[in-house]
T-cell receptor, first 112, second 112 residues
Framework: AQTVTQSQPEMSVQEAETVTLSCTYD???????LFWYKQPPSRQMILVIR??????QNATENRFSVNFQKAAKSFSLKISDSQLGDTAMYFC?????????FGTGTSLTVIP | KAGVTQTPRYLIKTRGQQVTLSCSPI?????VSWYQQTPGQGLQFLFE???????NKGNFPGRFSGRQFSNSRSEMNVSTLELGDSALYLC???????????FGPGTRLLVL
């Protein structure tokens, strides 16, 4: 069975600073996808970034980038130049074996 | 393209009643998944439908059921409501199984 672990329940960062959210996963699958989703106070779940396991290059989306370490089964999210609007719950997710798995989330607060 | 829509957005029911929630996926998406989100349990997978067939089911009692129609719209039903069913119910659609899931705004259910 696949598992997704987010070991940081809460984090905070100063506005304009950089923060990294951690995620590890366990799987025996070789082909899979990894995602970071953001859920702001509005509760709308928004896709932040996606990484295909077969790609060695780390995905980036503007201020958001990932550090994908396949051998270590690690998938961290780096947010650069943090903004107040980044305050949200962040979920790491794994898709493989025809099913989606979500971590327990990291609550990120950006401090002005 | 229009996003995933869920109706109703808010719902108040009393114990013992039943409720039906609706989800319309993004046009062209054939997979619909349902999740229950509560503060204590986080995001829990309910079930997934693809081409009108239930492909996966989470660990929920039989009071929770769902179905998918030929136009990919999906409904979930909860019978004999309990106080613990109070939650945000999220629907997500994807083009294919294991593909990126896009979420609706959710239905907030309160059971009194």
């Amino acid at each position: 069975a696949q598992t997704v672990t987010q070991s940081q329940p809460e984090m905070s960062v100063q506005e304009a600073e950089t923060v990294t959210l951690s995620c590890t996963y366990d799987t025996s699958e070789n082909n899979y996808y990894l995602f970071w989703y953001k859920q702001p106070p509005s509760r709308q779940m928004i896709l932040v970034i996606r990484q295909e396991a077969y790609k060695q290059q780390n995905a980036t989306e503007n201020r958001f980038s990932v550090n994908f370490q396949k051998a270590a089964k690690s998938f961290s999210l780096k947010i650069s130049d943090s903004q107040l609007g980044d305050t949200a719950m962040y979920f790491c997710a794994f898709s493989g074996g025809n099913q989606f798995y979500f971590g327990t989330g990291t609550s990120l607060t950006v401090i002005p | 393209k229009a996003g995933v829509t869920q109706t109703p957005r808010y719902l108040i029911k009393t114990r013992g009643q039943q409720v039906t929630l609706s989800c319309s996926p993004i046009s062209g998406h054939r997979s619909v998944s349902w999740y229950q989100q509560t503060p204590g349990q986080g995001l829990q997978f309910l079930f997934e439908y693809f081409s009108e067939t239930q492909r996966n089911k989470g660990n929920f009692p039989g009071r929770f059921s769902g179905r998918q129609f030929s136009n990919s719209r999906s409904e979930m039903n909860v019978s004999t409501l309990e106080l613990g069913d109070s939650a945000l119910y999220l629907c997500a659609s994807s083009f294919w199984v294991q593909e990126t899931q896009y979420f609706g705004p959710g239905t907030r259910l309160l059971v009194l």
